[in-house]
């Protein structure tokens, strides 16, 4: 077997500097004094209350930047979307495109607001925006939607856990009308089980119209669940309302053939002079690193093969009020480059878990709503467009990137554009 080298290298850490059991026991113990800032003990936005946060902070010129006067003005938009407010953050918003969608939902050509402290991240998709608007756009279809909350219930053998699952059968009806009293706009789809020894899973999938929806199906599953424990034949020795099989926030292998939030796929084929005119490299050089990386990707364990969605969909959500967590699911999905019969390239992503709402959330905040107003896609009705264009973006950042390291520009380009 290899030998573990415990030799101490440059930048070792504390664990390998020569510490005494006392230093050690020192610095890791609880310490029990009291904290030198104790902030106000209600959470809610306030005046007064945002006032005395800041008198605890005592930091002047924070304030005046997290603090300001369009903020102050605007404070009471954010009152059910944070708790102990103290200020907005400002981050750099860049505008991508025109992207040209040729969707069932989104038709047109789309500016894209994308709100991110890293260079060379807009143009980027900028560039694969104008490729793909040159080449007639982006044809991309919504596949599915579904978001789901998976309550869990464990009993003390199988053949409870059985009994219970043959009760949960007879009750859909029931446990719909309960779901749908919670919404105005959520649907109960669907109800699987999944059992694991004498633990019973269930999995409520709803539909949430244009809303994203992850506190709609939360509130809608919890009465189901308070039901379930009131009227269950048989008494789960123990439940909780989410049992982890929902994927929520966690990147998982089991949408790639489902799907969380919106499932859809984006494509387009470029012509050979397309590629070199905008990405300067050919289609064979772009299919190659596809190949390699696709199987780098496999070596290294990765759920799904893309090259960075989460660029795209961090700076995304960031500006357009979606729930920037949800980047860890959302981000999952299988980008596809391949040669055509022409010569040119066929490109493609699939993303099943693109958890997007027009409404809702953060959507309603001023500098979100202005980003979705930029695009076009605010308010009812305009989720599904939101999801498409979403993909089309996903398939212009692919693009890009991969024609700069098929070029070999991606250095050069990141040090121009972070460096000067």
Not at 103 to 112: F, N, Q, R, T
Not at 319 to 334: K, L, M, T
Request: proline share 3%; with cysteine.
């Amino acid at each position: 077997m290899p030998k573990l080298n415990l030799h101490r290298r440059e930048g070792a850490t504390a664990l390998q500097h020569a510490l005494t059991t006392d230093q050690f026991t020192s610095a890791l113990e609880p310490k029990h004094t009291k904290p030198a800032t104790k902030l106000t003990a209600s959470p809610a936005l306030t005046e007064k209350y945002v006032q005395q946060r800041w008198e605890k902070l005592a930091l002047d010129s924070a304030q005046t930047v997290l603090f300001d006067p369009v903020t102050e003005q605007h404070m009471a938009a954010y009152d059910k979307n944070i708790e102990y407010f103290i200020g907005t953050v400002k981050v750099p918003v860049g505008v991508a495109g025109p992207l040209r969608v040729n969707g069932l939902h989104a038709s047109g050509d789309y500016l894209i607001p994308l709100a991110t402290t890293e260079a060379a991240l807009v143009a980027s998709y900028h560039r694969g925006s104008r490729l793909i608007t040159a080449a007639g756009g982006t044809s991309a279809m919504l596949l599915n939607e579904g978001v789901t909350r998976t309550p869990v219930f464990a009993f003390y053998n199988l053949a409870q856990a059985g009994q219970f699952v043959a009760w949960v059968t007879t009750q859909y009806d029931v446990f719909k009308s309960l779901a749908q009293s919670t919404t105005e706009h959520g649907q109960l789809h669907d109800i699987n089980v999944t059992l694991e020894g004498n633990h019973v899973y269930l999995v409520f999938e709803y539909l949430t119209g244009d809303a994203s929806g992850q506190n709609m199906v939360t509130i809608a599953t919890n009465a189901v669940f308070d039901f379930i424990m009131q009227h269950s034949p048989i008494t789960p020795e123990y439940a909780f309302l989410d049992g982890n099989l929902s994927g929520d926030k966690k990147a998982n292998s089991h949408v790639l053939r489902s799907v969380r939030g919106k499932k859809v796929t984006a494509e387009v084929h470029l012509t050979a002079d397309l590629v070199r005119k905008y990405l300067h490299t050919t289609p064979e050089k772009m299919v190659q690193f596809g190949h390699m990386t696709t199987l780098g990707g496999a070596l290294s364990g990765s759920i799904g093969v893309n090259a960075h969605y989460a660029n795209a969909l961090a700076a995304l959500y960031i500006a357009c009020g979606q729930d920037a967590a949800c980047v860890a699911e959302s981000a999952i999905g299988i980008t596809r480059m391949e040669l055509n019969k022409h010569g040119g390239l066929y490109a493609s992503v699939t993303l099943p878990n693109l958890m997007v709402g027009t409404v809702g959330g953060g959507t309603g905040l001023p500098s979100q709503k202005a980003c979705l107003d930029i695009l076009g896609l605010a308010g009812n009705g305009k989720a599904r467009a939101l999801a498409e264009v979403a993909a089309g973006l996903c398939l212009a950042g692919e693009l890009s990137i991969v024609g700069a390291f098929s070029a070999g520009h991606f250095s050069r380009a990141h040090h121009k554009l972070a460096r000067g």
